[in-house]
Every structure is written in structure tokens, then in C-alpha cells.
């Protein structure tokens, strides 16, 4: 019913940035909350960023300032805005949708992205 597509990712030296974008189909009315997520080789997965739909942006602590979130509700859509990239943001980024109202009313939970990579790396 819900699709969510990521794009954007890619190999980027330290210190350079990226722009991931996230792209929200299927007979959606709404999507109350959207956050980006990310995966390392042999880590869990960990939040990166989520965003409320009308409220403000939170984030990991190792990403404040260097990442920003934003959405435009009218398209579902949702970037992430990456600079001072370090090696240690090298993962699988994924985007996440949560409590999405359809327009045929019912609700949808937790839809996932397939992932986009980004390494950092010289």
C-alpha cells in the first residue's frame, strides 16, 4: 500500500556532503511522523533524524549541526541534508514512515526504504 524510495547516496570524501532524498507512494492522505536511520557493518541499527508532521526536527547527537531533516508534506517527501561528513557516518541509511493515514481511511505502521549507502571515505 505504502512504498518508500531512497535516493542520493554515494561515496563522498571526509569533510564533503550528500543529499539524500526519500520518496513516499500509494494512496496516502498523510504521514505523521518521517526520520531517517542508519546502519554500519556490524551495528545496529541506530536514528539518525525524525521529523513530526508540523513540530521540529530531532536528532543523534553526533549529527547535530552537520545534518538537516526536512519534508514537504504535500509530496511525502523527505531529504537529509548531510555536510562534514566523516568516516564514521559510512552506513546503509534508511528512510522510515510511521502512523501514514490512507485516503481510504485506514492507518499504516513502520514502513521502511530499502536503504541507500553512503560511505565516507578518502
Known amino acids: 500500500q505504502v512504498q518508500l524510495v531512497e535516493s542520493g547516496g554515494g561515496l563522498v570524501q571526509p569533510g564533503g556532503s550528500l543529499r539524500l532524498s526519500c520518496a513516499a507512494s500509494?494512496?496516502?492522505?498523510?504521514?505523521?511522523?518521517m526520520g531517517w536511520y542508519r546502519q554500519a557493518p556490524g551495528k545496529q541499527r541506530e536514528f539518525v533524524a525524525t521529523?513530526?508532521?508540523?513540530?521540529?526536527?530531532n536528532y543523534l547527537d553526533s549529527v547535530k549541526g552537520r545534518f538537516t531533516v526536512s519534508r514537504d508534506n504535500t509530496k511525502n517527501t523527505m531529504s537529509l541534508q548531510m555536510n562534514s561528513l566523516k568516516p564514521e557516518d559510512t552506513a546503509v541509511y534508511y528512510c522510515?514512515?510511521?502512523?501514514?493515514?490512507?485516503?481510504?481511511?485506514?492507518?499504516?505502521?513502520?514502513?521502511w526504504g530499502q536503504g541507500t549507502q553512503v560511505t565516507v571515505s578518502s
Open positions: 500509494g494512496n496516502i492522505y498523510n504521514i505523521d511522523v
Open positions: 521529523v513530526v508532521s508540523g513540530g521540529n526536527p
Open positions: 522510515n514512515a510511521d502512523r501514514i493515514r490512507l485516503n481510504s481511511g485506514g492507518m499504516v505502521f513502520d514502513v
